[in-house]
């Protein structure tokens, strides 16, 4: 019997060590969907090959940003969007930003007005949500909740907007503008639910198709929050454009140093606009929050090079813009999984069949150890 227990130990101990040999990575680890919307960088950034797929061009976006080190990649037209997760979940600090998401927003001090007090440069911004693994299963199937930005309760604001683009034909003939920088003005045409319509034009900067070559669908529709225009033409004449940074809490809209550019988890808002608490988040979504076209430099489309966790990079930032509670809804509590158990297979144990033995147990807050019960 001591033998029994000494191995038992023994292997729990090896056990033990080999889960906490490996450490947390700060940074973006897993692309697990990317969906643009149409955009010149589209097949562009990243790169899209004949006989790629979703799932290729999913890793093709994860090679892409993970790490410490991330290069571009493009979002496209508004609602165009990227799923991406960490190696653990992201812990939802009280009062403290907990992640960053980097693009490649920046100032500029260009104006037609040298008194407007408002921040402006290149601001492309993009809509950030959020899931927490309720169900325990490591993919991202749970429910969404929308980070509350700035302008979430403006009157501005468009919430439930809906918008669907349309498979261009290649070779039709061009529509030709008055600017020689912009190739066809009716190149791909889209619809929404504002009883809008518009065309991504196309640029002589970009001859690659804009629609997105690895989806079968002559269609693509898109559901979110789009927020008001933020250009401004400085020229008159479509030559000179400017976009104005909104306050906080969307992605590449502030620069990557500036702290608006770091996300609090407890901005998190449902679909009815109840803020809810979670106590992490394992899942990140991020979109395109605009429909707006700026001559030949094109549609805003958000683009992203990176996310970390600001917890791990021991960096303390104080939320200083949480949203104003009283334009949301009270607070709802999202229950938590209890904790639950697999055998060293990694098949999950009913609460009711945990008999003595070596099992790896699975916390509501996603810390998984081995344990001897």
Known sequence: MKRNHFSVALVALVLVGSTTAHAQSPYLSKVYEFRPAPGQFVNYIPA????????????????????????LVS????????????????????????FRVLGNAFYSDSTPN????????????????VSYDANGNGKPDDPWYELAGSEYASPATTHSYRITYY???????????????????????????????????????????????????????????????NFLDLSGD???????????????????????SCFNI????????????????HFFKVYTA??????????????????????????????????????????RIVPTERTTYYDLSGKRIADSNVAPGIYIEHSPEGVRKVVIR
């Open 114 to 129: 040298p008194d407007d007090p408002r921040e402006k440069g290149s601001s492309e911004p993009g809509i950030v949500m």
């Open 167 to 229: 498979r261009p034909d290649e070779n039709k003939t061009p529509t030709p503008d008055s600017n020689p920088l912009v190739s066809d003005t009716t190149y791909v045409r889209w619809t929404d639910n504002q009883g809008g319509q518009g065309y991504v034009a196309r640029n002589v900067f970009h001859n690659q198709s804009y629609y997105p070559q690895w989806l079968d669908e002559d269609e693509l529709t898109f559901e979110g929050t789009l927020l008001a225009d």
């Open 290 to 331: 605009v429909n707006q076209y700026c001559g030949w430099l094109g549609e805003t489309s958000t683009e992203l090079s990176g996310a970390s966790d600001l917890h791990l990079l021991d960096i303390d930032i104080d939320d200083r813009w949480a949203p104003d509670a009283t334009a949301l809804r009270p607070v």
């Open 238 to 260: 479509a030559s000179n454009y400017i976009q104005y940074v909104y306050p906080w809490g969307y992605a590449d809209n502030h620069p990557n140093s500036d702290d608006r």
């Open 75 to 98: 979002l496209g037209s508004y609602g165009g969007y990227i799923v991406f997760g960490f190696d653990h979940m992201v812990k939802n600090l009280p009062g403290k930003m907990d």
């Open 266 to 281: 407890d901005w998190a808002v449902d679909a009815s606009g109840q803020r809810v608490h979670l106590p992490g988040a």
């Open 48 to 71: 899209y090959q004949e006989g790629d797929t979703s799932e290729s061009m999913a890793r093709k976006a994860e090679r892409a940003l993970a790490g410490s080190e991330g290069t």
